[in-house]
């Protein structure tokens, strides 16, 4: 079994970060060995106003510094991110018992997430000359204002990732940030924000509160200029019910339940593992990962076999060094949630091909990555998110069936398509109903891709994060137009039946240059 690395003084500068009065705490395990990691303090409600009034402060001089600056200060931060991967993997392993390689990923994905927003704000952001319907009359300008400071709401699984990918561009915006941190993830958030602030984002710019969701993230949401949710769909509507009172916008990442197509053409062995990554990485508690498998019939046997092997063989374990293939779930909740979709499933016909089991002879939250056959709509894990290593294999003939089965989920995020042929897979990614469709690859290659946006489909949420459309969230455009007096505009009868004849010629002539 594993001990955290975190040292005792290092979680206790984590806590003085946190804008907390209660003088309550809540005990925080590690999912490794079971034991308490620390005692996180709570926050209170007027806390979560302080934070508001520290951040909006702060952000009225961090808006006026200018790209350049922010720049500067983002690029020092992403390269303090690299020079401290390995804390940052032992805050994200001691917290969500993800192996040294999945917790490396979150601090890579972090990494790139600030270069990409430090970069590209200033291109996105500053606006520019618009054409005007009326050449020499008119000239139309447009702006970018940060909308002030920003509510993000993030949960336990990927708390680096997940934290980068909404707090950053808000800070590249322009704006502040009140962030609530799930207990479970608080000190990965805080040991990422102590790069940023040591970088020079001013301390009270990107404030932290912890406690109950119901709470805490009711009034951080209460209190924003523009909320940032990631979370179940169940909550993510209460969320947005609760913004829309106040008509203030929201970016919502929510559930699903991920398909994944294995065409004919296929190398069965080779798509095996790569569907077993797809599936498995961090024990499945990823909102992208793939949940159920569609496995065309002239391949099927041969990938079902060679997937419960790879499965079969990942190596499950608690260390914090590369000896694992696939870690820990993250808490007893987790486990249940698994270990209840999984006894559902074959009480009701379904097959176990590859694990099924919890393992507490590894941990107290260890569970098998499971590869299940037989599953019907009358099991829970057959349309509803298990977010956990459980995967349901079917068979299909032809491509039509496999993309209405693909699609016919109320939840539309990630989806995979695997194929030998380049074109084949591109066509029938075109035809899924989700926000993002990954060729030959399960989940990576859209999620590592921050310039480009990511975000659901149907009740898998709202807005977009990441690439440009990650950073026009946080701003408000604002239209400036100006007369130049050169030609006046007609104001009266007699003006207007001068100039109407003059303006359909010119209306037509637009038309024909093209012109917007």
Avoid at 51 to 61: G, I, P, V
Avoid at 315 to 322: E, K, Q, W
Avoid at 334 to 348: G, I, N, P, T
Wanted: net charge positive; charged share 20%.
């Amino acid at each position: 079994m594993s001990a955290s690395p975190l040292s005792p003084s290092f979680i206790a500068d984590a806590h003085r970060d946190i804008i907390a009065s209660t003088g309550t705490t809540v005990p925080v395990t590690m999912p490794f060995t079971g034991e308490v990691l620390h005692e996180l303090p709570r926050s209170s409600p007027r806390d979560v106003q302080d934070a508001y009034a520290r951040s909006r402060l702060a952000q009225l001089a961090w808006s006026r510094a200018g790209f350049a600056h922010r720049r500067r200060v983002l690029l020092r931060a992403h390269d303090l991110l690299l020079d401290r991967a390995g804390l940052l993997q032992d805050a994200v392993q001691s917290e969500t018992g993800k192996t040294r390689g999945q917790a490396f990923e979150e601090v890579f994905q972090a990494a790139g997430v600030t270069r990409f927003n430090a970069l590209a704000a200033r291109g996105v952001l500053r606006g520019g000359r618009r054409h005007s319907a009326l050449p020499l009359m008119v000239t139309t300008r447009v702006r970018y204002r940060p909308k002030g400071v920003a509510g993000v709401i993030t949960p336990w699984n990927y708390p680096l990732s997940l934290a980068a990918m909404d707090v950053v561009p808000a800070l590249a915006a322009g704006c502040g940030v009140v962030q609530k941190a799930d207990d479970q993830g608080a000190l990965s958030i805080l040991t990422l924000r102590r790069a940023f602030i040591d970088a020079g984002v001013p301390a009270g710019l990107w404030a932290v509160v912890t406690g109950e969701g119901a709470v805490i993230g009711t009034a951080v949401t209460e209190e924003a200029d523009y909320v940032c949710f990631t979370g179940s769909t169940a909550t993510g509507r209460r969320v947005a019910v609760q913004a829309a009172g106040k008509l203030t916008g929201v970016s919502l990442e929510l559930g699903g339940n991920n398909p994944l197509i294995v065409l004919d053409d296929v190398d069965p062995a080779r798509a095996a593992a790569d569907a077993a990554n797809a599936c498995f990485s961090a024990m499945g508690q990823l909102c992208v990962s793939i949940e159920r498998i569609y496995v065309q019939r002239g391949v099927a046997a041969e990938f079902l076999r060679e997937f419960s092997r790879v499965t079969g063989a990942l190596r499950l374990g608690a260390g914090f060094d590369h000896s694992a293939d696939v870690g820990s779930l993250t808490s007893p909740a987790q486990l249940e949630r698994v270990r209840a979709h999984v006894e559902d499933a074959v009480a009701k016909g379904a097959s176990i091909e590859a694990g099924g089991r919890a393992r507490p002879d590894l941990g107290p939250f260890f569970f098998e990555p499971t590869v299940l056959t037989g599953v019907t709509a009358a099991m829970d894990c057959f349309a509803s998110e298990t977010f956990g290593p459980v995967v349901a294999v079917s068979v299909f003939d032809t491509e039509q069936e496999a993309i209405l089965a693909a699609n016919d989920s109320e939840f539309g995020l990630n989806a995979s398509v695997f194929s030998g042929s380049a074109r084949r897979g591109l066509r029938l990614a075109g035809a899924i109903e989700a926000g993002s469709v990954n060729v030959n690859e399960g989940y990576r290659g859209s999620f590592s891709s921050v310039a480009a946006p990511m975000g659901g489909l149907k009740q898998s949420g709202l807005g977009r994060r990441n690439g440009p459309e990650g950073l026009l969230r946080f701003v408000d455009a604002i239209t400036i137009s100006r007369a130049t007096g050169l030609l006046q505009l007609p104001r009266t009868g007699r003006e207007f039946e001068a100039l109407t004849g003059p303006m359909l010629v010119l209306a037509r002539a637009l038309k024909t240059l093209r012109r917007r």
